[in-house]
């Protein structure tokens, strides 16, 4: 009998563990009417920086992974969120710097994008910089960018924002207990690593901010004097209830930044 009994319970676990819940989404790139790119992303950089930067290698399409993104976008019961990320980490560590062909690029940024919408890993977060900057810049029409890059300046889980691409944007939307927020990126990064979030906050509303520390940067980030935990390839939480003109200040010291920053 109580072998019976440890059998069904047994039994129970492995249908358990197999029937896993859909992966959700932790935070979701913004639609394109929330969202304004008041600059280039290439703005900041320095006058004379040499495209050689851009990949020119030989293409190298994410087939495999494209697999797996369209498993996900069917909802097939069979989507392995594990199985993804590890397939991401190997692709990105057989191509090195760069896809090299614009359509491989492309696809690499959506199932990059799609990776960070489904963790929330700054690991992630800083590819799609580094994509943007590696392939895109000189070889993509204003259009094409803002398209591609601007869902994923901001991203929002219900009133909470992720700060993952830094470039003049503002971002506007209706706080879930009524009134509308705007919050506006001031930067000329990567020129400096100095970075402004100002609040218009039509009533004051908690919001929870999450603002992406690069790996390579020893950063600040301060409230009105209060200075929060930054550590490099994280995200710094700053959880408060905001009012109108309140502003995050972040510096990123640049003379360790990247050389596709430079």
């Known amino acids: 009998m109580r072998t019976r009994i440890l059998f069904f319970i047994l039994i129970i676990i492995i249908v358990s563990s197999c029937s896993q819940p859909f992966p959700e ?17 290439f703005s900041g950089f320095e006058t004379g920086w040499d495209t050689q930067n851009a990949d020119s290698g030989n293409e190298i399409y994410p087939e495999n992974l494209e697999s797996i993104q369209n498993g996900y976008i069917a ?36 199932i990059t ?32 960018l803002e398209k591609m890059i601007g869902p994923y300046v901001f991203t929002r889980s219900v009133d909470h924002i992720h700060v993952n691409l830094f ?36 009533t004051k509303r908690y919001i929870e901010i999450f603002v992406r520390i690069p790996s390579w ?3 600040s980030v301060e409230v009105k004097g209060v ?20 502003v995050v200040e972040i510096e990123f010291p640049v003379t360790d930044k990247p050389q596709y920053l430079r």
């Open 217 to 219: 940067a020893d950063a």
């Open 25 to 41: 989404s932790v935070t979701s790139p913004v639609e394109s009417e929330i969202v304004n790119l008041k600059d280039s992303l």
């Open 113 to 144: 994008g799609l990776l960070f919408q489904l963790t929330g890993d700054v690991v992630y977060a800083e590819e799609l910089e580094r994509i943007a900057f590696t392939n895109f810049f000189g070889t993509a029409n204003e259009n094409e």
């Open 167 to 202: 470039t003049p944007a503002e971002i506007s939307y209706n706080h879930s207990l009524g009134g509308d927020v705007g919050i506006t990126q001031e930067t000329d990064y990567p020129r400096s690593g100095s970075i402004k979030l100002h609040f218009s906050m039509e």
């Open 75 to 110: 909802k097939d019961e069979r989507f392995d969120l594990r199985a993804f990320e590890e397939g991401w980490q190997n692709f990105r560590n057989e191509m090195g710097s760069g896809t090299g062909g614009k359509e491989a690029t492309q696809k690499w940024f959506e």
């Open 227 to 246: 200075k929060y935990f930054a550590v490099p390839g994280n995200y710094c939480k700053v959880a408060k209830k905001w009012k109108e003109d309140d």
